[in-house]
C-alpha cells in the first residue's frame, strides 16, 4: 500500500457508450494505470434502465436527463472500481471538464471529444457519490462501514 492509506480512495469510472464504440476502452485504462490507480473491478455491461435512472438520479429533472438516459443505454459501457491515493479528484482531473471542448488537451475529454453529452468517460464527483454508483454495479465492494472495500 502506498504511504498513506488513510488517504486511499476507490472511485467509480465508467468508459460510455461513445468510447467504447470508437475502441477507447484501452486508452482510458493506460492513462489510470499508468497514473498509479489500480483498477480493482472491471465489467463491459449494457447498462439496465433502472441501473442509469440510479446512476444519474441527481440530474433527474434536468433539461438533459431524458436524453442523457437514453445515450447511456444505447450501447455497451466499460464500468470499473479504481483505487488509489485521493482517487476521486486524481481521475476527475485526468478525464477533464464535463463540456469536452473546454476540456484541457491531455485530459481524455479533451484529447478525445468535443461534445457534451457524448464526451468518453464519466468519473464520480466525491468519496460519497463513489459509494452510491459503485453500489449500483458491484455491490458488495463498498461495505457497510468507512473505507470498506479498500
Ligand atoms: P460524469 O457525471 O459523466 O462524470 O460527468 P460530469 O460530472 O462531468 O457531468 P455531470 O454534470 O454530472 O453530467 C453528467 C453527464 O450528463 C451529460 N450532460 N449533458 N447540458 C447538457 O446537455 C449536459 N450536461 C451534462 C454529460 O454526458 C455529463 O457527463
Ligand atoms: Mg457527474
Known sequence: MSENSSEQE????????????????????????????????????????????????????????????????SGPVVVMGVKGRKAVSVVR??????????????????DFSTAVQENVVHASSSPEDARRELSIFFPGLVGEKEGGGL
Open 93 to 110: 482531473k485526468l478525464i477533464g471538464s464535463t463540456d469536452a471542448a473546454e476540456a484541457q488537451p491531455g485530459t481524455v475529454r479533451g
Open 10 to 73: 476507490l472511485t467509480f469510472v465508467m468508459v460510455k457508450p461513445d468510447g467504447v464504440r470508437r475502441g477507447l476502452t484501452g486508452e482510458v485504462i493506460l492513462r489510470l494505470e499508468r497514473k498509479g490507480l489500480e483498477i480493482v473491478r472491471m465489467e463491459k455491461i449494457l447498462m439496465k434502465p433502472e441501473q442509469a435512472a440510479t446512476l444519474y438520479s441527481p440530474h433527474f429533472g434536468k433539461p438533459f436527463y431524458e436524453s442523457l438516459v437514453g445515450f447511456i443505454t
